[in-house]
């Protein structure tokens, strides 16, 4: 445990591993941090040093790391059947899961398909509507619209529908072309424009649209960036006036991040009418334990596919389609949503909105935002460089954080109690000093 492994590790990654959204001539700036263990929130590295986890690991992990409940799930799974093929076999656990998320949409969305990642459950939703409309012979229907800014993953076809300049910009010609409408910012007070902007793209083209995607109430990668559930339910609306899917891409905000199971949910649907016709569940569906996506969808689209002829069916699938780990890990998460996980994170949401609010009134402090566990501020400062200054300064406060741009956020585990928010709230602002001061 000492200083000497800490960076024969570092040394070692360099070489050896091409790590992921780096300019890897940058890493040697800023090498990676190497962890040797987690646990609860806390992350440690092999001198000891502990750091608290405030971006759950890119938003994955929702109890802390190596929680027994998962582990013991996990475990259990492996020692049962660590996987089988899902097509021609099946298994408790994916059966399972279908049937509990079914039941958490009250059956509207009763038809659940598994990916790996969350971009191949992007990259199923836009098949699964295409494919859809060409079989009920409207086959012109292959336009995607997404949102300004909007984030849906980073294989080609969720690429497409991402208006991410970083990650977008160096493919762009390898990429089908989406429509990109105005995306509803609640800093900006732009939801009517937002959807008029919608309404006119919809007129002209409706009969070209298979669907529209979005990530309901947070745009994460954009910067945390928040609407309100009315903006959602007129877009719910607008699309079954022009005839056109809409795709709730969760793969951040499910799983009880925004204060519901699904973000959906604050939209208060009344009928199955008021639900998206796609819901996609990544990210913390395992509770940062395994890789495992979810594409849930109607009666209507699953019909579409019914036929004697195979080329009708839907032919998609990778290899660990349904793996029974992740299963088992996603049932466990599940588990603890029936035993009142909600209510929980009501009172970790409002104990974040206390310790942070004396940054409201900080001068380089712009837009102090929440929903549910989520929370974010924009810092108004010429800073070079801010994101990684703010990550490495906070590394000294046991903070492990990574801002978007200028956009400081968390999205911690779900482990807050008075005194984790306390220390959040003091090690951002110290941070925050920190990085304003040597600026
Ligand atoms: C992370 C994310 C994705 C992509 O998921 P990966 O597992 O990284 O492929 C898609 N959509 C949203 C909204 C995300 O936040």
Redesign the pocket.
Known sequence: MSEAVQHDWQRRSLRAVWHPCTQMARAERVPPLPIARGEGPWLFDHQGRRYFDANSSW?VNLFGHADPALNDAIKHQLDTLPHVMLAGCTHEPAVRLAERLSARTRGVLGHLFFGS????A?EIALKQSFHSWRNRGQSDKREFVCLKNG????TIG?LAVTDVAVFRDAYDPLLMRAHIVTSPDQRLGNEQQALDDLRTLLRERAAHIAAVIV?PLVQ??AGMVMHAPSYLRRLRQLCREFNVHLIA?E??VGCGRTGTFFAWEQTQPASADEWPDFVLL??GITGGTL?L?LVLTTDEVYQAFWSEDVTRGFLHSHSYTGNPLACAAANAVLDRFEAGQLVSNQTQAALLTEAFAPLATHPAVAHLRQRGTILAFDVQAPVERFSERFHLAARDHELLIRPIGQTVYLMPPYLIDASTAGFLADAVQATLQEVLHAA
């Open positions: 938003w990642d969350g971009a191949s992007v984030y849906h993953g980073e969720a990530e994460g990668a891409d793969i951040a990544s990210k890789p996506s």
